[in-house]
């Protein structure tokens, strides 16, 4: 797999898509939820590698495929993706603006 | 058309019921999903960016309208109201949900389509020229070897687990529509000296990563050894086929590594054997069943210049325009091939909605014998139109946003899904075809231009067709942001070449201008009915990249 996180990153999110249907989803808590705005950011590699850990499932009942950690940097607005491609995942094709996850929050 | 057999039927069906059982043991948790994940790619299913995509087969590109309607429907109740046609000439849908999957392929099967074999180390779907049985001068309408290729490569036990995936392109024309060049078998349909038909074959073209031109393999395999032939060169592709790198498991590699002399001697030996066993000899009366499938349909007898047509062209620039990009001489007097563009100024190229694939349905059936073919580039074609009925289908075409006239122009171009969609992909591609296009929107500029071919990659695995634009455009990334490779003088037709990189890749921003820096360049050095093509060819690549790079 490609690398999402650049070596010295502080903040990373981990992400995954669901089996049903390959939304993508976000880690948080002891979940998974669908908007990048609340997914749960870790600060530091020690506190990603947790992060990871605790959102990889241990038995095929977690019904979520692949999860990894990305790259994502803060600004005034919170927090956001660091890769082109992250972004696009958290909020749907740019070239169909009506579709995805960004669709549903406009 | 071709029809399926009680077996096609038989195994279509088993197909679908042993997914959904599979579907269902994955969602119950008992299959893991590594377990799972070959058997959903087996099926056409793969896991991209934001949900899952299916591509569904379009064997040599043909489709009915029965068959057309059947994938608006899908698009409509399984997806997001459209789908993506591809330079496989197959259709891909974007958003179809796994659990859903099954019942998809179910009402698929009842009109005689599927997406076995759609993906995973297999033969892929066979393509084939989109003017198949409509173009004058044609040896023998492709789609007969192709569908005899087709059943042959259906589950062949012997090649469900090659070194890598495996692409088969045939033409019966000496223009070749279908970049066989570019494949890893490509068939160019002859005749010999004694007027017999038989195969030219081309093995070992491909693009991605290390792209090459095939090399021509043999001049001349009658048809009933066909078979035999491709069984030989898959034969020993298996054995002797790298399996250690997946970037160097395609045919190509191989016959770039063992030498085309060598190649060829491996090949007829193991040719030699099976021919003698004549276990593969096609019988005659096979061959005529299938081609009988092709026959052309019943024309009608018509003169050869239509009245009506000809007084729509003069009432009508903007039809007369589209006439000129978008419509190509039939072999039969008074008909006309009809491309459809799926290129709109500013659109996604490939992409059509379901209301607009219903309306090419209708069209098929009432005005072009029920036959429309799906195009390498990206486009529709409608093969058989009266041109007294011309202007009719036109004026359809307009109302629904589908009669762009810009065939071959340089709004026409191809682009993968890159990575608005792909999980592949490194950039987008789709952003870029949809700024060049609105950049040379003006119709007068692109007939200017004339015929130039620009080709749009995500990534190095070259979906996009990159290698072979005549310009062609490579996104690659660096550290998270969208770079862009340009490349110039490639070609997909029976001239194949393969495109040179100009120099250092280029931002987003910047790729519109240096495409415009690049036509302005052609048009200042070009002679006389010179293409760009040409123009390139003549002059090379320096008088480009030093207007590229001038700062």
Redesign the interface.
């Known amino acids: 797999m490609a690398q999402h996180s650049s070596k010295g990153a502080r903040f990373q999110a981990v992400t995954a898509n669901r089996l049903k249907d390959g939304e993508v989803v976000y880690f948080k808590g002891n979940g998974w939820i669908e908007n990048f705005a609340e997914a749960e950011i870790a600060d530091g590699q020690e506190a990603a590698e947790a992060l990871l850990t605790r959102a990889s499932p241990d038995n095929m009942e977690a019904f979520i495929l692949d999860p990894y950690l990305f790259e994502v940097s803060e600004s005034d607005n919170g927090f956001t993706p660091v890769s082109v491609r992250e972004n696009i995942r958290a909020k749907g094709p740019t070239v169909r603006t009506d579709l995805g996850k960004q669709a549903e929050a406009g | 058309m071709y029809r399926y057999d009680e077996f096609d039927h038989k195994i279509v069906t088993d197909r679908v019921n042993q997914f959904r059982g599979q579907v269902n043991r ?2 119950s ?1 008992a ?3 590594d377990a799972f994940k070959p058997l959903r790619l087996m099926n056409g299913v793969y ?6 995509m299916l591509r569904v087969a379009i064997p040599y590109g043909t489709v009915s309208s029965k068959q057309m309607r059947m994938l608006a429907h899908i698009a409509r109740k399984y997806d ?1 109201g459209y789908g993506h046609f591809t330079t496989r000439q197959n259709i891909q849908y974007n ?1 179809p ?3 859903r999957i099954p019942d998809l392929l179910e009402e698929l099967a009842s009109v005689e389509m599927h997406a076995i074999q759609t993906s995973g180390n297999c033969i892929r779907n066979v393509t084939a020229d989109q003017y198949a049985g409509a173009i004058a001068d044609e040896i023998e309408d492709p789609r007969i070897i192709s569908e005899i290729i087709r059943q042959w490569s259906t589950f062949h036990p012997e090649f469900s687990y090659l070194p890598r995936k495996f692409k088969i392109a045939v033409t019966g024309h000496e223009n070749d529509r279908a970049a066989i060049k570019l494949h890893d078998i490509g068939i160019v349909i002859v005749k010999n000296d004694k007027g017999e038909t038989g195969y030219e074959v081309h093995v070992g073209g491909g693009q991605g990563r290390s792209p090459f031109i095939a090399k021509k393999l043999t001049d001349f395999v009658p048809a009933k050894k066909l078979l035999a032939y491709l069984e030989a060169v898959m034969r020993v592709y298996n054995m002797l086929g790298r399996r250690d790198n997946s970037y160097k498991a395609r045919i190509k590699i191989l016959v770039h590594e063992t030498g085309e002399t060598e190649m060829r001697r491996l090949v007829e030996e193991e040719f030699a054997k099976i021919d003698a066993s004549q276990m593969l000899s096609l019988p005659e009366a096979e061959l005529d069943r299938i081609s009988a499938y092709f026959a052309p349909p019943n024309y009608e007898n018509l003169p050869a210049q239509s009245d009506a047509f000809e007084a729509a062209k003069e009432g009508n620039p903007e039809f007369s325009h589209w006439v000129k990009t978008n419509l190509v001489p039939h072999k039969t007097p008074g008909y006309g091939i009809v491309n459809i563009s799926l290129k709109p100024i500013g659109g ?1 190229p490939g992409d059509a909605t379901d209301a607009q694939m219903d309306v090419i349905a209708d069209l098929a059936e009432r005005y072009a014998l029920d036959e429309i073919r799906v195009t390498h580039e990206q486009n529709l074609v409608l093969p058989h139109v009266k041109l007294d009925e011309a202007k009719e289908v036109y004026d359809i075409l307009c109302a629904h946003d589908l009669a762009t006239p810009n065939i071959g122009l340089i709004s026409d171009s191809i682009a993968c899904p890159g ?3 792909c999980n592949l ?1 490194n ?2 591609s ?2 870029l075809a ?1 700024e060049i296009s609105t950049h040379f929107a003006d119709l007068d500029k692109q007939y200017d231009i004339g015929e130039l071919k620009i080709k749009i990659s995500g990534c190095i695995n070259a979906c996009g067709h990159h290698h072979v634009g005549h310009i062609g455009i490579l996104g690659v ?1 660096k ?4 770079f862009y490779q340009i490349s110039l003088g490639g070609s997909a037709d029976e001239k194949a070449s393969l495109g040179d990189i100009t120099g250092q890749a280029f931002t987003e921003d910047k790729v519109v201008d240096a495409v415009d820096t690049i036509v302005e360049t052609y048009l200042n050095l070009r002679q006389p009915e010179e293409r760009f093509l040409d123009t390139y060819r003549r002059v090379g690549m320096d008088p480009f990249k030093e207007q590229l790079y001038a700062d």
Request: net charge negative.
């Open positions: 994955r969602i948790g299959l893991s999903e896991l991209q960016l934001h949900a899952y997001r958003w949900a796994l659990d996604i990575l608005d969609y992909a950039a987008r789709i952003p949809q990334d550290k998270g942001t969208e």
